[in-house]
């Protein structure tokens, strides 16, 4: 396997892992303090198929983090975190406001928690990026 394929690899895997761990751990906590009415690890279903929405959002975790992941492979360490980070808060916050809420019929809520949570799930996809992309030697 070539060092960018893992590289992007890595990037699916951690991103989907993140959703779980970083975005959804957060989401938890807010929940928990009663800042967001929605409950985070739902298995309600989502339209059109069905598929319940944590694994939904994992799969989608994945596949940002593959773009993520090609769109930093030159970055190492605290740059690599902060740039992670801030593609996270970002550009999937700006695709769920402005592409998503309108196709799925949603008004347009922009809310600083979208961001916050977004942004956690970058930075554990750079995480995962910084100790498992690059082959140790």
């Known amino acids: 396997m070539t060092p960018l394929a893992r590289w ?11 959703v779980l761990l970083f975005h959804q751990g957060a989401a938890a906590l807010l929940h ?9 690890y739902s298995w309600q279903p989502t339209a059109p198929w069905g598929v319940p929405q944590v694994l939904s959002i994992s799969f989608w975790g994945g596949l940002w983090g593959a773009v993520l992941a090609a769109s930093f492979g030159r970055l190492r360490g605290a740059r690599l975190l902060l740039a992670a980070a801030l593609f996270g808060a970002v550009l999937p916050t700006l695709v769920a406001w402005f592409l998503v809420a309108p196709l799925k019929g949603l008004p347009l809520r922009l ?16 995480i995962g990026l910084a100790l498992f992309g690059r082959a140790r030697r």
Do not use: Q
């Not at 928990?32 to 985070?40: C, E, F, H, S, V």
């Not at 961001?115 to 996809?125: I, R, S, Y």
């Open 8 to 18: 992007v690899l890595v990037g699916v895997v951690c991103g989907a892992l993140s």
């Open 32 to 40: 928990a303090l009663g800042y967001t009415p929605r409950a985070p």
């Open 111 to 126: 809310s600083p928690i979208g961001p916050l949570l977004n942004g956690l799930w970058g930075l554990g996809t750079g």
